[in-house]
């Protein structure tokens, strides 16, 4: 396999370009600044510069002074975050606030069939009964993993560890196709289709990211980590064929007439990573298509707005990637970051 090619100055310089513009944006309590955040997190663990985790310590300090709102499936994807703080601190401030949103999950947040979690957002407005759609596995099911394995896994963090698992395997058995092994955007349990029935870019990056970041996280022996190992192999396979010419990966991935998006592409290179030298030739395509999306002042560039499940293909190909999203300058981070630490990763 060829091995990894870039600059690591270059890449630190990006990096803190896209930290710096990510802090001159505003968020509230909700998944744009969870992801967001997430990424800077990321970023502070590949390059050891407290700056970064000390700009999310002040937003989140200043949040919790009004307490936590009332939250949603999305809303809480900025207890990722509180996870890293705690760790960094040890501040139980951080761990008591991760916790109650882990218990919103586990006692308050809607469910069908097998325990999946009905995706919701933090508005009135819109209502999704009995869907799951791929996004929950980045806002729920890596946090609940997470958040299970620090308190300890086979102690008293054992129900949320499950919990999370049971989101890996119950999104895979309504979303992943037998076929392609993609993941659709999501599941309609009440009509029992896949509704759009597409194969979105940054859905399956959430899928293929967060299984690569929760497998370290479950031991070996446990039967949960071969089904989600499994998945994550097809899954990568398929992806790594529908590159297109930049780089880059489609926002309908098998429609190449659709635009190639840069959040999309970040998660699943990303998730490529984690599979040692056998993506390198991928990842080095995605290296220069991801790094050229970055302007100069650390915007990340080609990232979609935020997507429902939308009626058709078209409607994801008329999605704007105008402006500069949070889960864009999140997942942008969180890519270059894993690039940064596969220069000191051993792989077997």
């Not at 510069?49 to 900025?78: A, F, H, T």
């Not at 407005?125 to 300890?152: K, N």
């Amino acid at each position: 396999m060829p091995p990894l090619v870039f600059d690591e100055d270059a890449v630190r310089e990006a990096i803190d370009r896209v930290v710096d513009r990510t802090f001159r944006m505003d968020f509230n309590w909700d998944w744009p600044g969870g992801v967001a955040f997430y990424g800077v997190c990321e970023a502070y663990e590949a390059t050891g510069n407290s700056e970064y985790i000390e700009r999310v310590k002040s937003w989140v300090d200043e949040q919790l002074e009004d307490g936590l709102p009332k939250l949603s499936v999305n809303g809480v994807s900025i207890g990722h975050a509180l996870i890293s703080l705690y760790q960094y601190t040890e501040d139980g401030r951080y761990l008591d606030a991760a916790r109650k949103l882990a218990d919103y999950l586990a006692n308050e947040a809607p469910r069908f069939g097998d325990g999946i979690i009905q995706h919701t957002v933090n508005s009135v407005e819109y209502q999704f009964p009995e869907q799951a759609w791929v996004d929950t596995m980045m806002m729920a099911g890596l946090f609940l993993v997470r958040f299970g394995h620090l308190i300890g896994a086979e102690g008293e963090g054992a129900p949320y560890f499950r919990d999370g698992i049971r989101q890996y395997h119950g999104h895979e058995d309504v979303l992943q196709d037998e076929t392609t092994n993609l993941y659709y955007h999501g599941w309609d349990n009440i009509n029992r289709n896949h509704m759009s029935g597409v194969y979105w870019a940054r859905g399956n990056a959430w899928a293929a990211l967060t299984m690569a970041k929760a497998l370290p996280l479950i031991h070996v022996a446990d039967p949960a980590y071969m089904i989600i190992d499994g998945s994550l192999r097809d899954l990568l396979s398929a992806l790594v064929r529908l590159q297109g010419e930049d780089g880059l990966w489609h926002t309908v991935l098998t429609d190449p007439t659709s635009y190639t998006e840069t959040s999309g592409s970040a998660g699943i290179a990303a998730a490529l990573l984690s599979r040692g030298s056998l993506y390198n030739k991928a990842v080095n395509r995605a290296i220069e298509g991801i790094l050229g999306r970055i302007a100069p002042d650390g915007s990340v560039r080609g990232v979609s707005a935020g997507t429902a499940v939308m009626f058709d293909a078209e409607g994801y190909k008329g999605v704007s990637h105008k402006r500069v999203q949070g889960w864009g300058q999140g997942l942008a981070l969180v890519f270059l970051a894993d690039l940064l630490r596969s220069k000191s990763r051993v792989f077997a």
